[in-house]
Antibody, heavy 117, light 109 residues
Framework: EVQLVESGGGLIQPGGSLRLSCAASGFTVSSNFMTWVRQAPGRGLDWVSVIYSGDSTYYADSVKGRFTISRDNSKNTLYLQMNSLRAEDTAVYYC???????????WGQGTLVTVSS | QAVVTQEPSLTVSPGGTVTLTCGSSTGAVTSGHYPYWFQQKPGQAPRTLIYDTSNKHSWTPARFSGSLLGGKAALTLSGAQPEDEAEYYCFLSYSGACVFGGGTKLTVL
């Protein structure tokens, strides 16, 4: 089955760090454009970061310098390292495919990150 | 970063036709923004409906279509069904970085 499964969310104190994982099956993460998107409770979708097949990366201004997107081709997994977390980073985080050589455009089910003391 | 604008809400009658639009603060939306449309129902993850302006995903019903219209990206629903009631998000790429629109809540009534 072709799918994305996120993990790594949880409750974290302000200023803390967390790493989200997005395990892919049925396609190769390294051959796809992959993105992280978040959704705060009751709010719309908010783009976080993207990695293209040439490993070029881009970030939303709100997370630049704090978050890092990466992938491990041997584990076929996408990651989002989140540092210096703030209350406003509280959201469900989704990974999704945006096409590219592997042409995958599905979404994961999301993982909840809560930043609170 | 750019601001992407959508109608906050629209209503369509069952069987009717409605067009949702997606504008950019930087000017006309073009195919170079690779417009996406996503559908999200309450309590569910979003799913991709349209990519690269007008291409449909394998699960996209034929009644949905994407286009460029008057300097904006557009999503047209022809023959609305009750199950099409959802939030619809536009998504544009700006030379690598990306931005979502605020979403359009579509009511089928």
């Amino acid at each position: 089955e072709v799918q994305l499964v996120e993990s790594g969310g949880g409750l974290i104190q302000p200023g803390g760090s967390l790493r989200l994982s997005c395990a892919a099956s049925g396609f190769t993460v390294s051959s796809n454009f992959m993105t992280w998107v978040r959704q705060a409770p009751g709010r719309g979708l908010d783009w976080v970061s993207v990695i293209y097949s040439g490993d070029s990366t881009y970030y939303a201004d709100s997370v630049k310098g704090r978050f890092t997107i990466s992938r491990d081709n041997s584990k076929n997994t996408l990651y989002l390292q989140m540092n210096s977390l703030r209350a406003e980073d509280t959201a469900v985080y989704y990974c999704a495919g945006l096409g590219g050589p592997a042409a995958y455009r599905g979404w994961g089910q999301g993982t909840l990150v809560t930043v609170s003391s | 970063q750019a601001v992407v604008t959508q109608e906050p809400s629209l209503t369509v009658s069952p069987g009717g036709t409605v067009t949702l639009t997606c504008g950019s603060s930087t000017g006309a939306v073009t195919s170079g923004h690779y417009p996406y449309w996503f559908q999200q129902k309450p309590g569910q993850a979003p799913r991709t409906l349209i990519y690269d302006t007008s291409n449909k995903h394998s699960w996209t019903p034929a009644r949905f279509s994407g286009s460029l219209l008057g300097g904006k990206a557009a999503l047209t629903l022809s023959g609305a069904q009750p199950e099409d009631e959802a939030e619809y998000y536009c998504f544009l790429s700006y030379s690598g970085a990306c931005v979502f629109g605020g979403g359009t809540k579509l009511t089928v009534l």
